[in-house]
């Protein structure tokens, strides 16, 4: 059986699997960073050495769900130790592929992992603990994935540019072993439908229809904006290429400090931590559509995006736990699903807008995306759909010592 109450060590394994999806997240985006130097060492274009970042994002989606079926019976620390030390042999074989082609099969297999591993963190990380402590937990969890865009991958693009690419591939393989290793120390084994978390508190199919269609949109939104970020701030605001790293380390800074915040209140206010994060991305994207030419204001607005968006991940998954009409494995996965299908919505809807119109209707299209999510789940509810999450969380409360 899972453990009945939460300890040093299950607080531990939660910290341990933050740094795990630290390491996910920076092993996403690190071609960004190293673009130019893959593409010159292995004789590619820009371009096609972009595509691993596509690539990626499109396994994670086709496969999170039926990986999370194929091993919904394994015990989730052997499971996410496997995924860890393949993740790690991975990055390993990156670092050492002597073409392309074994570069961006590396990079399929990191995506399937990936999808696995966020199948079934959010359970594994809140299994140890009552729901009342869950919306901590899930903060605690997110701040690995907000810190990636200020810590992971500019340090991995740091040491690539020092030591070459292969070398930055090389340190997020050591992380992954490490970061393993932790990871089978200190997460407890048992059947995943023994953990305190394998079920949703309050199952609400309806609710988590909902909130999947509005991770949709709400991302779709943001990255249809945050992905060509670079271009407004350029031609818009009428920023220097020197700037745009500084502002981008804000709006990441930013959101570290949003994802931090909404943990203290998703256990005591849960409706407002989860409305609250968007409406801000909504009111900052639209502001920027007439503000944006103002560079005090742009980069003021712009953090608050990175605030507000880092923040809504630990929202929907905490909400995720709560609904999921099953097993919240399963249910993991088709967030898991959402985002990644709104990131790589975003970015094709601002890739064709930004050709034609430029770069400042992306900030109103994005905004307006934002704001229908944010009206899908006030809707949700004002309709009564949190009823039963406020009758489980007072009787959590009672019971819980």
Known sequence: ?????????????????SLAALAFVT?????????????????RSRSQVGLLVTWYAAVVVLFSVPLTRLTRRIPRRRLLGVTLGVFAGANLIAAFAPSFPVLAGSRLLIG????????????????PFPPAARGRVVALFSVGTALAPVIGVPAGTWLGQQAGWRAAFAAVAVVGVLVAIAVVVLVPSYPPQAGGAARGSAPDRAAFRWLVAATTLGVCGYLTFTTYVGPFLLDVTGLSEGTLAPVLFASGAAGVLGTII???FLDRRPVAARLTPLAVVAFALLALYP?????????????LTGGGYSAFPAAAQHRMLQVAPASTDMASAWLSTAFNVGI??????????LPAAGARPLALIGGLLVLAALTVLTVTARSGRDRPERHTEANTARMTP
């Open 27 to 43: 092993t996403e985006l690190l071609p960004i960073g190293l673009l130019t130097l893959i593409a010159d060492d292995l004789d």
């Open 262 to 264: 909404v943990g203290q």
């Open 112 to 127: 399937l992992c990936q999808a696995l591993f966020w199948s079934i963190a959010a359970a594994a990380v809140n299994d």
């Open 291 to 303: 503000l944006g030419a103002l560079p005090v204001a742009a980069v003021a607005l712009i953090a």
């Open 1 to 17: 059986m899972a453990p009945p109450a939460a300890s040093r060590r299950a607080w531990a394994a939660v910290v341990a699997l």
């Open 344 to 353: 790589a919505g975003g970015s094709l809807l601002g890739g064709a807008v």
